[in-house]
């Protein structure tokens, strides 16, 4: 069993070895890798795909078997010609063997295209865990957007049930008194949209789990940004052992290997060998008709002087020299993935540590005291209302940068497979 066999084994034994199945009338709050689970356990596309390695598996269990043995049965007589009672007849066994090994090579190959299948489902797998990760990062978002929202609301009432008051003592326009209101107006509107975003975004990721669309999922889940400044260094040895889709291009070597093994067994045609009974009505004269029996054993051995499958062996092997440029293919494809995923995910946090810092800070402390300066008459509505504006449409800013920093790290999660049940373990940790 070569290296890459091994590693092709461990990854689909650890993939179809059974996640826990959560089930979606639980009430329970589930994190993002909770969800990813949910989604690998409900997925209709993945229990069908899931029918191709039975297949493949059925294909194992019964290949290499001999063809089934021919029956020859054949009788004749003169009762056309001098009509003396003349005959014979023939029973045969005939079973063709070959005379190589390729029935165990025909077994082989089907044991790498289980594998081969196993590794397609990964790499599903693979896609549908960064869908819903992906889904699950934006539908917090969008929640998020909501509660600043409704701060934002609720800050406004603050500010209209003020001027109202203020309104009654004669010491605020009435003007004043609907300009807040509009604003107030704006920022509901606001959040409505929001809000059929968030269900629109929730009945979608319903569907990347499978779950109907009236089920409610509940996701425990923030936003944060990290303290500390991401890595840039990937272990691209590690990331290849556990991307289904390079381990895929690997399966696919092997089997093409496989199959150059199988086509050089098959340029010796099977061998035939027959076991007959004869027997035999002859009129001898002057004895007059005798009988006899005959047994025997024939064999027939075919000639390869003309086809030695020579077609067969070429197309293998240029399968087989494609399926190594996929690896190339596929190493370098890894590889650059991660070098733009990492490098975005650094970026997206410095965005997002300067959108979240000292700027969104300083206008906090601005609106705070342009709030404690109208009530004692010092500042305008119009300068509460501007500060206002502001740290809104920084909070704004900032939820928007810290998604797309979490979106950037649930690429990097999507580049590396560094998901629930697609990470092999280290050979020490066996």
Request: charged fraction near 30%.
């Amino acid at each position: 069993m070569n290296r890459n066999f091994t590693i092709h084994l461990t990854l689909v034994t650890l993939l179809l070895a059974g996640l826990p199945v959560i089930r979606a009338e639980d009430a329970v709050s589930l994190p993002r890798d909770k969800a990813i689970s949910l989604a690998f356990a409900n997925h209709r596309e993945l229990k069908i795909a899931a029918l191709e390695i039975k297949r493949a598996s059925s294909r194992v269990q019964w290949s290499g078997r001999l063809e089934n043995p021919e029956l020859e049965l054949s009788a004749s007589d003169d009762g056309v010609g001098l009509d003396e009672g003349e005959g014979n007849y023939e029973i045969a066994f005939s079973q063709r063997f070959p005379l190589t090994a390729k029935l165990k090579k025909e077994t082989s190959l089907r044991r790498y295209q289980v594998i081969l299948a196993e590794a397609e489902i990964a790499e599903r797998r693979r896609e549908i865990a960064g869908e819903v990760d992906k889904a699950v990062v934006e539908l917090l978002a969008t929640r998020e957007k909501i509660r600043l929202g409704r701060e934002g609301i609720n800050l406004n009432k603050e500010i209209v049930t003020f001027l109202e008051e203020k309104a009654k003592l004669g010491e605020a326009s009435k003007l004043d008194v609907i300009q807040a209101t509009l604003s107030g107006r704006t920022l509901d509107q606001e959040v409505k949209l929001l809000l059929t975003q968030e269900k629109q975004q929730r009945l979608a990721l319903n569907q990347l789990i499978g779950l109907e669309a009236t089920a409610d999922l509940p996701l425990d889940g923030s936003l944060n940004l990290p303290g500390t400044r991401p890595s840039t260094n990937a272990d691209l040895g590690a990331i290849l052992a556990r991307r289904p889709d390079h381990v895929l291009a690997l399966a696919k070597t092997d089997e093409a290997r496989a199959a150059i093994v199988l086509e050089e067994a098959k340029r010796w045609e099977d061998i035939s060998v027959k076991v007959f009974v004869e027997g035999e009505s002859v009129s001898d004269n002057p004895t007059g008709l005798e009988k006899n029996t005959f047994t025997g054993v024939g064999i027939s051995i075919p000639l390869p002087f003309r086809q030695r499958n020579q077609e067969g062996i070429a197309r293998a092997k240029i399968d087989e020299e494609e399926a190594q440029q996929g690896i190339e293919a596929a190493q370098f494809h890894v590889r650059a993935e991660c070098e733009a995923a990492y490098q975005a995910r650094v970026d997206a946090w410095e965005l997002a540590r300067e959108a979240g810092g000292e700027l969104l800070t300083l206008a906090e402390e601005n609106l705070s005291e342009f709030r404690k300066t109208y009530k004692s008459g010092e500042a305008t509505l119009t300068q509460v209302q501007k500060a206002q504006e502001q740290v809104l449409e920084l909070r704004r800013a900032a939820t928007t940068f810290i998604s797309d920093y979490h979106l950037a790290e649930a690429r990097v999660r999507f580049v590396t497979g560094a998901y629930p049940g697609l990470t092999p373990p280290r050979p020490n940790d066996k």
